[in-house]
């Protein structure tokens, strides 16, 4: 089973920077498309950022040109990295991964809470 970790979580303030990243098990992580999802408080979750696996990307409004999502093959892990971030950007972040041996939804990790103060 496919398992997925978050880290890098953590309070920042308005305009400041923040970096997350998910470390993946299993053997087929640069066959799999990487997603960062986030779920604001009192708000249900949803997407933020995409990369398959030739590297393409694909952000939501909200977030382009302030975020980049990345993957290291070698190391399956995929980054988020976050600048000039807004108080709307607060939430739970989750990782998705879809592919060999995943569900059609694909498989999350356990999330990670990142805070923007103003």
């Known amino acids: 089973q496919v398992q997925l970790v978050e880290s890098g979580g953590g309070l920042v303030q308005a305009g400041g920077s923040l970096r997350l990243s998910c470390t993946t098990s299993?053997?087929?992580?640069?066959?799999?498309?990487m997603s960062w999802y986030r779920r604001p408080p009192g708000k249900e979750r949803d997407l933020v950022a995409v990369?398959?696996?030739?590297?393409?990307?694909t952000y939501d409004g909200s977030v382009k040109g302030r975020f980049t999502i990345s993957r290291a093959n070698a190391e399956k892990t995929v980054y988020l990295e976050m600048s000039s971030m807004e108080p709307e950007d607060t939430g739970v972040y989750y990782c998705?991964?879809?592919?060999?041996?995943?569900?059609?939804?694909?498989?999350w990790g356990q999330g990670t809470q990142v805070t923007v103060s103003s």
């Open positions: 299993g053997n087929f992580f640069s066959m799999y498309i």
């Open positions: 998705n991964a879809r592919g060999p041996g995943t569900s059609p939804s694909g498989i």
């Open positions: 990369i398959n696996a030739a590297g393409g990307t």
